[in-house]
């Protein structure tokens, strides 16, 4: 990240960013980062937060020195999915799960459900609707 870009703790930053082919273009632009494009930053804060809070260590030489912090985000879910969604997804509904991800999903394919387990019954509907499978009540 260019130096003028670094905010007051940052010596050092680096963002993160994901292709994302509907947009044709890295990261999703967020008017809260004022334009900037990621998924995720790092931020070297060498001292700088370390002298305000009085965070120390002892060397082995017993001095004490002002220990240097590492700020950093979290990575901005939402925007990952849509990138992987964007990447992956196929024509058929299905999404294809990369191979670094397959491990942890323990599938190479997401399909579509072909039915959905879960419905909100609201309090002004007339009857409970039927689950598939189950026969008609007479």
Same mark, same amino acid.
């Given at each position: 990240?260019? %130096?003028?870009?670094?905010?007051?703790? $940052?010596?050092?930053? =680096?963002?993160?960013? $994901?292709?994302?082919?509907?947009?044709?273009?890295?990261?999703?632009?967020?008017?809260? %980062?004022?334009?900037?494009?990621?998924? %995720? *930053?790092?931020?070297? #804060?060498?001292? =700088?937060? *370390?002298?305000?809070?009085?965070?120390?260590?002892? %060397?082995? $030489?017993?001095?004490?020195?002002?220990?240097?912090?590492?700020? $950093?985000?979290? #990575?901005?879910?939402?925007?990952?999915?849509?990138?992987?969604?964007? *990447?992956?997804?196929?024509?058929?509904?299905?999404?294809?799960?990369?191979?670094?991800?397959?491990?942890?999903?323990?599938?190479?394919?997401?399909?579509?459900?072909?039915?959905?387990?879960?419905?909100?019954?609201?309090?002004?509907?007339?009857?409970?609707?039927?689950?598939?499978?189950?026969?008609?009540? *007479?």
């Amino acid at each position: 990240m260019p %130096t003028q870009e670094l905010g007051l703790p $940052a010596y050092r930053k =680096f963002d993160i960013e $994901a292709w994302m082919p509907g947009r044709g273009r890295f990261g999703e632009v967020s008017p809260l %980062t004022g334009g900037a494009l990621r998924v %995720t *930053s790092a931020s070297n #804060c060498t001292d =700088f937060q *370390s002298r305000r809070l009085h965070i120390m260590f002892q %060397t082995e $030489a017993g001095e004490l020195q002002f220990a240097h912090t590492v700020n $950093a985000t979290a #990575c901005a879910v939402p925007r990952l999915l849509i990138a992987l969604l964007e *990447s992956y997804q196929q024509k058929d509904g299905s999404v294809l799960v990369p191979p670094a991800l397959q491990p942890y999903l323990g599938t190479e394919r997401i399909t579509t459900p072909t039915h959905v387990p879960l419905q909100y019954i609201g309090p002004n509907q007339p009857q409970k609707p039927r689950l598939p499978g189950q026969p008609a009540s *007479s």
